[in-house]
């Protein structure tokens, strides 16, 4: 048996992402899973404050700020572990051993601690040297952590892109700073677009993590409702389809991009 | 009376990948105006000897020159070297998010700053020039294998290279391509330019080759002008091979 398992385990590899289920060209019919849950959730969220207004007319009112709160984390958090990314991913090709060591520990290192366990580090811990506004802490700790696994999508994305690329442009004069800038990122710009659109929808829904330093974000909106009306079910009902909502809705995107980026690619 | 000028000397290259030795002990000369096609069978090293001329790879023992320019010095100036050195791949390489025009402005732009306006114009003409005027705003997804490898041609005679490299530049086209290639590049010899090409397009070489290199095992086993080696070759292995491919 063991030896069937490990001859499998060679020829098989299960790739599981942390994106939503992104609806395939295949799926086009009217009922395909993304449908009935994007559009069941937003017929929810219309229904429900109709047919019975308290308290679903109020926890809708009170939770928008939340919205926004979860939004100004994850966008401010993506564009910062972007920028680490995109250092650390050329750090982990670099030459420079020091440079790429560094690179590859720093990956490890963030790769190794869960968010929440960072989140904590960087508030309480790392709070007793320097005190940090709650929001920022948050920000840090998401940009810290996603530039990590940003990192691994640049490495990824300039990996696959042929040799050749990069002999043509040294041949031609150029140094591999002007290669890396004009041939090779604009090409790896455009197949790392999808991962990066599933790392955006990660990073939302991780996002939820920093109601636990208090941010009023999303979650900690409904729970704050919550605590008060001690209407539960209610409260972190809209919570949860709220959250459906915008991760369909960016998954649909991401979705969209992939096919159209597949289109025109050669 | 002006003496040939030696625009490439290779002396005892020797490159050793591991445990094959793919160059062993190559010395020869590329003067001036000279076209020289180096043939032999796959793994001789030929290809890997034109790459050490512009170091893509690096030898490891023996010398290049280009000019007065060692190529092989690790403290010298290797780029300053390719700005002079043009090459042909033989997957053409052409960069496929830009035009055929920008592939071709890239490197005058970036390299040399060569205003817009100047390397646009200088392009077109280049262009032109492979018979592809009409191609300028063409991706190269959108053109035939022939069509990039001129693209690449003129992409390298952009940075007015001295000598123009050209590795197995046909190898990777179909059939009715291979001759809109050729052309572009009988016309360069023509002018004057002077290549190191590695090539079995025995056509070419009668027609434009001064002289025929054939590399056996990394070694070059004999070199002659095109109709000497190739009706009265002095080796045996050489023999043997160009009955393979004539």
Known sequence: MAEIDSSNAKKQSITVSDGMLIPDRAEKNLFSAWRISFFGAIFLLILLPIISPSPYRDIMRFIPDGVLRTFQVTVISIVIALVIGLITGLGRISRNSVINRTATVY????????????????????????????????IIAMSVCYGAYMGEIFRAGISSIPKGQMEAALALGMTRRQALGKVILPQTV?????????????????????????????????????????EYFESYTVVALVYLVITLFFSKLVAIMEDRLGQSGN | MAKAETR???????????????????????????????????GSGKSTLLRCV???????????????DSVTDPHGDIRKIREEVGMVFQDFNLFPHLTARDNITLAPRTVKHLPKDQANPRARELLKRVGLADKEDAYP???????????AIARALAMDPKVMLFDEPTSALDPE????????????????MT????????????????????????????????????????????????????
């Open chain 2, 141 to 151: 997804r959108h053109l035939s294998g022939g069509q990039q490898q001129r693209v």
């Open chain 1, 107 to 138: 990956v490890e290192v963030i790769r190794g601690i869960p968010l929440l366990v960072q989140l904590f580090y960087i508030y309480y811990a790392l709070g007793t040297l320097v005190q940090v506004p709650r929001v920022t802490a948050a």
């Open chain 1, 190 to 230: 455009r197949t790392i677009l999808p991962p990066v659109g599933n790392e955006f929808i990660a990073l939302l829904k991780d996002s939820s993590l920093v109601s636990i330093l208090a941010v009023s974000d999303l979650l900690r909106r409904g729970r704050e409702y919550a605590s008060t009306s001690f």
């Open chain 2, 54 to 68: 512009n170091r893509l790879e690096t030898l490891t023992s023996g010398e290049i020159w280009i000019d007065n």
């Open chain 2, 195 to 246: 290549m190191l090409v590695v090539s079995h397009e025995m056509g070419f070489a009668r027609a434009a080759a001064d002289t025929v290199v054939f590399m056996d095992e990394g070694r070059v086993i004999e070199s002659a002008a095109p109709s000497e080696l190739f009706d009265n070759a002095g080796h045996e292995r050489t023999r043997k091979f160009l009955k393979h491919i004539l």
């Open chain 2, 177 to 192: 391509m291979i001759k809109e290639v050729l052309d572009v590049m009988l016309d360069l010899a023509k002018e004057g």
């Open chain 2, 8 to 42: 490439v000397r290779i002396k005892n290259a020797r490159k050793v990948f591991g445990s094959v030795e793919a160059l062993r002990d190559v010395s020869f000369d590329v003067q001036q105006g000279q076209v020289v096609l180096v043939i032999g069978p796959s």
